[in-house]
T-cell receptor
């Protein structure tokens, strides 16, 4: 069964450093998403991406964040200058279509900012 | 008012019983509703989705939607200890791409 994959599973970085989180969505899916979950809190939407551009973003997704589809399979989330409060699980998800269609989540990357 | 509300639990049920999980939402424009299961330290796993009022059954799971009452529920029949997890309700409004998640209900199935 096809699935979303993410690397690395755990990333430790120092405050102020740049990190790139990588995702390979399900191959026939066209819509890609990033969510985050701070420990003990709910899953929060960050951004959606379709046809090589951002289709929607949340208030969390400020200028420190960017997304890219550098090739036909990868989808990345970059945090330019990490802060302590960026420590969270970051989940990539994908869906065949946008709007109301089912989103399938990857295993997540645990980001720890020290 | 929270956008998607769930009782945090834990909800404890004996093995073999029916577990009933509830979710309310505030946005009347919400059109799509999803239930995810999340084991501790793992990612959300989609188990059910429902778009129309009424019931939708898939194996041991039944999702129920009442848009007039802004209420969606998940029933798990013949609960097993392996069903012990946090169940997340997610809601999406037509025309947007984001899911709004509740905080989840922790279910404990006692052997």
């Amino acid at each position: 069964e096809p699935e979303v994959t993410q690397t690395p599973s755990h990333q430790v970085t120092q405050m102020g450093q740049e990190v790139i989180l990588r995702c390979v969505p399900i191959s026939n899916h066209l819509y890609f998403y990033w969510y985050r979950q701070i420990l003990g809190q709910k899953v929060e939407f960050l951004v959606s991406f379709y046809n090589n551009e951002i289709s929607e973003k949340s208030e969390i997704f400020d200028d420190q964040f960017s997304v890219e589809r550098p090739d036909g399979s990868n989808f990345t989330l970059k945090i330019r200058s990490t802060k302590l409060e960026d420590s969270a699980m970051y989940f990539c998800a994908s869906s065949t279509s946008g709007s109301s269609y089912e989103q399938y989540f990857g295993p997540g990357t645990r980001l720890t900012v020290t | 008012q929270k956008e998607v509300e769930q009782n945090s639990g834990p909800l404890s049920v004996p093995e073999g019983a029916i577990a009933s999980l509830n979710c309310t939402y505030s946005d009347r424009g919400s059109q799509s509703f999803f239930w995810y299961r999340q084991y501790s330290g793992k990612s959300p796993e989609l188990i059910m989705f429902i778009y129309s009022n009424g019931d939708k059954e898939d194996g041991r799971f039944t999702a129920q939607l009442n848009k007039a009452s802004q209420y969606v529920s998940l029933l798990i029949r013949d609960s097993q200890p392996s069903d012990s997890a946090t169940y997340l309700c997610a809601v999406s409004r037509t025309g947007t791409y984001k899911y709004i998640f509740g905080t989840g209900t922790r279910l404990k199935v006692l052997a």
